[in-house]
């Protein structure tokens, strides 16, 4: 396919330069936003008198042909036109002739493509939303069955303070309902103003109706300024950093489930279908999926680089550097896409095991605190409280015993406010159900907890 832009230079380019400068082969993608914002476009210039109305009407309709043509596979997309705005121009052009030709006046590829970048992305935006609920959801049901199961809280991956499996797992819906917020507030502000009607960088001469574009394509308000309705691309760098937060909130999920399903852990199974073998150790049942999250989130870290990088050093407007917006924010959705559409199903059908769970939060002295808790609220100042429980620790350690293992004889010795209460005080199920304050790991908690994402998903 030729260029759009024929006529001013004495020869035909190098097809190196060429090949170089096309980027067909990744808008590709964006033909079906293409056509929405040349309708718009196009029917705006009938209804002012630009172009007659008949030429706009044999534009939809041939606008509307070629979409149909391509998603049905009738009409390939030509892999040697320059962008898939020089495709679908001249497509029509071939088709409908002078009424093609008419279809840019007023318009540049400029203002082209920042509005079909963020119509892609608009869509795109919808897909990760729903996908993010449905993993939510995911969550939340198994919250709900693990609400009792007590288990380990970590810092520092030692083992802490007991909380329940339901407990765990709702903060990755908090963190993910965070996500879906950040996903929502860039898209409003992608959605505030419309680029279209900028032109190259400096408006046009023609009577255009923007407002009316604006509304017909979903904006509230056309931009305000041309040169930055062109040079913008805030929007990408929003999206790409909103994606790249909650794949670091995917990647840290992916490594606790990593650990989980270790046997040095096993506090769930993953299903056999989510997992993969080893094609020499005949026992192993790897966590494929979870891990290449947890890599792929380098990735779209380096996306969102490429985005900030590309456009720190680029003077106004549009400058050819920013074609490589598509490719970056373009493989930061689908990688995202791609993720969610495997860990949530993952998650469905991986399986807790409280028993397992249960054991280790028996061991590692979780109920320290609450034996100083015990003191201090019999009287003791906390910090001596600490400090006693502590060396009761020490040489449970040296014995190798847990402290529910001491005879209350053996407690009395280090404090004589040691009562037989203290064995349901240190008790693992009664500190954890004791932990009754908001946001906590009780049961109670949890299910309240699930009840509020649920509120706020709308569900
Ligand atoms: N393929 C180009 C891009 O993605 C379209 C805009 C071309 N504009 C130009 N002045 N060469 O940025």
């Keep these: 396919m030729a260029q759009l832009w024929q006529g001013r230079a004495s020869k035909a380019v190098?097809?190196?330069?060429?090949?170089?400068n096309s980027s067909i082969r990744f808008d590709a993608r964006m033909l079906a936003q293409d056509i929405r914002g040349s309708i718009a476009h196009s029917a705006m210039l009938g209804n002012q008198?630009?172009?007659?109305?008949?030429?706009?009407?044999?534009?939809?309709?041939?606008?509307?042909?070629?979409?149909?043509?391509?998603?049905?596979?009738?009409?390939?997309?030509?892999?040697?036109?320059?962008?898939?705005?020089?495709?679908?121009?001249?497509?029509?052009?071939?088709?409908?002739?002078?009424?093609?030709?008419?279809?840019?006046?007023?318009?540049?590829?400029n203002d082209?493509?920042?509005?079909?970048?963020?119509?892609?992305?608009?869509?795109?935006?919808?897909?990760?939303d729903a996908q993010l609920r449905e993993l939510i959801l995911a969550l939340c049901t198994q919250a709900e069955a693990g609400a009792d199961a007590v288990m380990p809280g970590y810092t520092h991956l030692q083992r802490a303070q007991p909380v329940t499996f339901g407990h765990q797992l709702m903060?990755?819906?908090?963190?993910?309902?965070?996500?879906?917020?950040?996903?929502?507030?860039?898209?409003?502000?992608?959605?505030?103003?419309?680029?279209?009607?900028?032109?190259?960088?400096?408006?046009?001469?023609?009577?255009?109706?923007?407002?009316a574009?604006?509304?017909?394509?979903?904006?509230?308000?056309?931009?305000?300024?041309?040169?930055?309705?062109?040079?913008?691309?805030?929007?990408?760098?929003?999206?790409?950093?909103?994606?790249?937060?909650?794949?670091?909130?995917?990647?840290?999920?992916?490594?606790?489930?990593?650990?989980?399903?270790?046997?040095?852990?096993?506090?769930?199974?993953?299903?056999?279908?989510?997992?993969?073998?080893?094609?020499?150790?005949?026992?192993?049942?790897?966590?494929?999926?979870?891990?290449?999250?947890?890599?792929?989130?380098?990735?779209?870290?380096?996306?969102?680089?490429?985005?900030?990088?590309?456009?720190?050093?680029?003077?106004?407007?549009?400058d050819k550097d920013m074609q490589e917006d598509k490719e970056a924010i373009f493989d930061a959705v689908d990688t995202l896409a791609l993720c969610l559409k495997t860990i949530t199903p993952m998650l469905a059908t991986m399986k807790p095991l409280p028993a397992n769970m249960r054991r280790a939060a028996a061991k590692g002295f979780i109920n320290a605190t609450d034996c100083a808790d015990y003191l201090t609220k019999k009287g003791l100042p906390f910090r001596d409280a600490y400090k006693c429980t502590g060396s009761m620790v020490a040489a449970c350690?040296?014995?190798?015993?847990?402290?529910?293992?001491?005879?209350?004889?053996?407690?009395?010795?280090y404090s004589p406010l040691f009562e037989e209460d203290i064995y349901t005080a240190i008790d693992l199920s009664h500190c954890c159900e004791g932990r009754t304050s908001y946001g906590g790991p009780t049961k109670a908690s949890v299910l309240a907890q699930i009840a509020l994402t649920k509120q706020k998903l709308g569900v």
């Design 14 to 20: 190098d097809a190196r330069v060429n090949d170089f």
């Design 49 to 109: 008198g630009i172009i007659p109305a008949a030429d706009a009407a044999a534009i939809r309709k041939g606008l509307e042909d070629i979409l149909a043509e391509v998603e049905s596979g009738a009409l390939p997309i030509d892999p040697t036109a320059e962008d898939v705005h020089t495709f679908v121009e001249q497509t029509l052009t071939a088709r409908i002739g002078d009424a093609g030709k008419r279809l840019h006046t007023g318009r540049s590829r």
């Design 112 to 128: 082209q493509v920042a509005l079909d970048i963020r119509l892609y992305l608009r869509d795109a935006c919808a897909g990760l």
């Design 171 to 211: 903060a990755y819906a908090a963190m993910l309902l965070r996500d879906i917020g950040r996903l929502a507030d860039a898209t409003a502000r992608m959605d505030a103003e419309c680029p279209l009607g900028s032109g190259a960088l400096a408006g046009t001469t023609y009577p255009l109706d923007r407002a």
């Design 213 to 318: 574009t604006a509304a017909a394509l979903g904006f509230a308000a056309p931009c305000q300024n041309s040169i930055d309705g062109v040079s913008d691309r805030d929007f990408c760098i929003e999206i790409a950093a909103a994606l790249a937060t909650c794949m670091m909130h995917l990647s840290r999920l992916s490594e606790e489930i990593i650990l989980w399903c270790s046997w040095e852990f096993k506090f769930i199974e993953l299903d056999d279908a989510f997992t993969t073998g080893s094609s020499i150790m005949p026992q192993k049942k790897n966590p494929d999926v979870t891990e290449l999250i947890r890599g792929k989130t380098g990735r779209v870290y380096g996306d969102l680089n490429t985005l900030l990088v590309m456009m720190k050093g680029i003077p106004l407007a549009y």
């Design 397 to 413: 350690i040296a014995a190798d015993k847990t402290l529910e293992e001491l005879t209350l004889a053996e407690f009395k010795a």
